[in-house]
């Protein structure tokens, strides 16, 4: 049954009822079970719609069209990976180094009917050497991970020349681009996070690690 958050999300949005039902039983399975696997903070679950559900969902609306694969590194309880694949992106691929947490994205995809490939892996060379089947992705996005010029580190390995990185950021946003811009080159459009005021959505493009001597590198 709708809450009035829920309800308030989908005036927002305009999602459709069919996925609404989808978002509200996923809601329903993280809340329960959250006790066991520690999915989000228990304060945040006062505002989960807002805090996690909208915060994921706007990404629709960033993300451009792609036609390879979406790679959201760290899914954890599922954003925003998860939310984007049930409002309808395709060829998502959840990466998760929790096993407990893996099992529950599982359980949400064949509850909600939603097409995703959960891969429990820890990303990095290591962990794209022992996920063979992981492909190089068009889209990735990462959700409270760690800071960008590590981030940037972790998924290098799946980075290519029509790479689009899709980062939530919070207050530090400022600190943490110009710590990554030592040791990156990339395209930055930095907007708005429409459920955090003090927090950012970063659209990197164009990704090259700096040598050490400042200039762009060219091995992956």
Known sequence: MSNSESLEFARETNVSRETLDKLELFAGLLI???PRVNLVSKDSLKNLWRRHIADSAQLREIIPAYDGALVDVGSGAGFPGMVLAIMGLRNIYLIESNERKCV????VARK???SVTVHNTRLGNEGVKSSPKLPKAEIITARAVTRLDKLLDIVYPLVYDRTCCIFHKGSRVDEELCSAQNNWQFSLEQLPSKS???GAILKLSNIWRR???GGIGVEK
């Open 196 to 198: 955090d005021p003090s």
């Open 211 to 213: 040598d050490k001597n």
């Open 112 to 114: 909600t009917g939603c």
């Open 104 to 107: 529950f994205l599982q359980e």
């Open 32 to 34: 329960q079970w959250n």
